[in-house]
């Protein structure tokens, strides 16, 4: 994956508040392709919601459907990211390591305030 594309992969995934819920919907996609109400049921989260993050990451070649734009049609992964999926796993470990950092210290400052 060049330079320019993992740039790109972060600022989707880590650099955009919906990026913890598209790393989710790529993890989906890795095992098998789904539709977008297949990925909203598996995954706990409203279906426009689920549209939404498909459509930006359509946009910007992280996903694609292969028979096209068809009711109900599949989603799979880009076959570069596919290939490359670690770079997926990457960002959502580190992260979930910096939300865990940032609510551990807004949890801290809190207690400070009311101590």
């Given at each position: 994956?060049d ?7 972060w600022?989707l995934?880590a ?6 819920n598209?790393i989710?919907?790529?993890?989906e ?10 990925l909203?049921e ?6 426009r919601t ?8 359509e ?7 292969p ?8 989603y799979?992964?880009?076959p570069d ?7 997926v ?8 390591l ?8 807004a ?8 101590g």
């Amino acid at each position: 994956m060049d330079t320019s594309r993992r740039s790109l992969v972060w600022y989707l995934l880590a650099g955009t508040r919906g990026g913890p819920n598209r790393i989710r919907i790529l993890e989906e996609l890795q095992s098998d392709p789904h539709n977008a109400n297949q990925l909203a049921e598996a995954l706990g989260i409203d279906y426009r919601t689920i549209r939404h993050h498909l459509r930006l990451l359509e946009q910007n070649g992280l996903v694609r459907r292969p028979v096209g734009d068809a009711y109900a049609s599949p989603y799979e992964l880009a076959p570069d990211l596919r290939a490359e999926f670690e770079v997926v796993l990457e960002v959502g470990r580190r992260g979930r390591l910096a939300r865990r950092r940032t609510a551990a210290g807004a949890g801290f400052r809190a207690g400070q305030v009311r101590g």
